[in-house]
């Protein structure tokens, strides 16, 4: 293969797979499009009505027969031969999926995690056509900060649960009352309890002013906004489209990586010289992520309709969604081997158990097709965000993004904090510091 085919495949790769966010061309000039379409109703903001635009309480129960017809599934699970190799690199170890699958399908009970989620104030309004699932608890503090987190893949509203507490009600977890929240959780379009779009065009712009729509719907005059994963990608074209009532976002997986970067990690060259250890670390991360942690990425970007089988065993569904990230799956083979770590078992299968209930396993992965057909950059790319960002950087994130090259990529950058520990699912996985994290980023926006 010659160099330069070989360099249009990496390219390939690293726009159809790392990709499905907005590069500063691609979706910002369909963002314009998008806001002006739907510019009327961006400007409703009161919280109920007969024109579509009325806030509705909501509640989830799984029906007896789905739980016992999931039990029954997991139960006759066909399994593979085990893998050829000692190590993860064939992917998600057969050891590890069956003591998923053997807690899963005895022990595990949905209904505590059903019991959770209706314990908060859940409920659902529509916008620009779609039904939007969200959680929304108001800070009995007066002077609350506004706040909508937003989830990513293979994640859900369930990612952010456990920090709605300590946002909310700081004085009774170790803070100030200064450092209040009022916390809005939304489900991205096809996840959770959120409506799965029917026609193609939900991707992070749509999203992104959707957002911004249901901040005003909730009467919220100033708020800012937070995210990793998809979430970063819909919060800093949230800062792109510069609404007047956002003051700023705050992310835990950045896009920061120097164009420079990406294109020479894509045509295999060596790291320079001239790196910091920081950004040597980003760069060893980097490559392996793009080199051998895309597939997942790769499918749903191209051929998300082809992932029957994940929709009907829910087995196959949860080696899917383990298999994200080289760290998150490290960590959830120790879980499921009896080590203590910041998720449980529990927690991992009240995700996997949220997204085969709600069968949004191939209505999520449309979201990575719907945004390539018009992105034209990568996930990690620098969109030229001008609001205030802050940044937290958890070391086993996809990678760890270095002070040098978030300072190049937000011109106003607040706020830079490098944390000891944590990974892809940060508030989930560490919610007192995550918490802590939003109480000191935002302090400043006040």
């Known amino acids: 293969m010659s160099k330069e ?137 007066k002077n609350a900060m506004p706040m909508i987190i937003t989830h990513g893949w293979p994640g859900s509203f369930i990612e952010q649960m456990k920090v709605i507490g300590p946002l909310t009600n700081p004085t009774a977890f170790g803070g100030r009352a200064e450092d209040a929240f009022d916390v809005v959780i939304p489900s991205l379009p096809g996840y959770g309890f959120s409506g799965k779009p029917t026609a193609t065009g939900w991707h992070p712009v749509r999203i992104a002013s959707a957002w911004t729509t ?67 670390n980003a760069w060893d991360q980097l490559a392996l992520f793009y080199g051998k942690g895309l597939g997942y990425a790769n499918e749903m970007a191209l051929r998300p309709q082809t992932l029957y089988g994940i929709v009907d065993s829910p087995v196959g569904l949860a080696a899917w969604i383990l298999d994200h990230d080289a760290r998150s799956y490290a960590l959830i083979r120790r879980v499921f081997d009896g080590q203590s770590e910041g998720l449980t078992r529990d927690d991992i299968l009240d995700n996997i158990t949220m997204y085969w209930l709600t069968n949004t396993a191939i209505s999520s ?14 996930f990690f790319d620098p969109r030229n965000v001008q609001l205030p960002v802050a940044v937290t950087v958890f070391p086993d994130e996809i990678y760890a993004a270095p002070r040098s090259w978030a300072e190049r990529a937000y011109p106003k950058l607040i706020y830079f904090n490098k944390l000891p ?14 918490t802590a994290e939003m109480r000191t980023a935002f302090r400043s926006l006040r």
Do not use: C
């Open 365 to 378: 992965a449309r979201l990575y097709w719907n945004t390539q057909q018009v992105s034209k950059g990568g």
């Open 214 to 280: 249901l901040m005003k719907r909730l009467g919220y005059t100033k708020f800012v906004a937070q995210g990793g994963d998809w979430g970063n990608a819909v919060s800093e074209i949230m800062a792109l489209q510069a609404p007047p009532e956002l003051l700023g976002i705050s992310t835990n997986m950045p896009a920061t990586v120097p164009p420079e970067t990406s294109a020479a990690i894509f045509m295999g060259g060596s790291p320079p010289a001239t790196l910091s250890a920081d950004e040597r």
């Open 5 to 141: 085919s070989s360099l249009d495949r990496r390219r390939f790769v690293g726009v159809a797979a790392a990709t499905v966010a907005a590069g500063p061309l691609g979706l910002l000039g369909i963002s314009r499009r998008i806001n002006a379409m739907t510019h009327a109703l961006t400007d409703v903001a009161q919280p109920a009505g007969s024109d579509g635009t009325d806030i509705r309480p909501f509640r989830f129960k799984a029906s007896d027969a789905d739980l016992t017809d999931l039990r029954r599934r997991i139960n006759a699970t066909k399994w593979p031969e085990v893998e050829q190799v000692s190590d993860e690199s064939q992917g998600v170890q057969l050891a590890t999926t069956q003591k998923l699958a053997r807690y899963w399908g005895t022990d595990y009970d949905w209904r505590k995690a059903e019991a959770k989620i209706n314990a908060v104030p859940n409920f659902i309004t529509n916008i620009d056509g779609l039904d939007i699932h969200f959680i929304h608890v108001k800070s009995k503090e």
């Open 421 to 434: 520990k944590g990974g892809h699912f940060a508030a989930w996985e560490q919610p007192e510091l995550f």
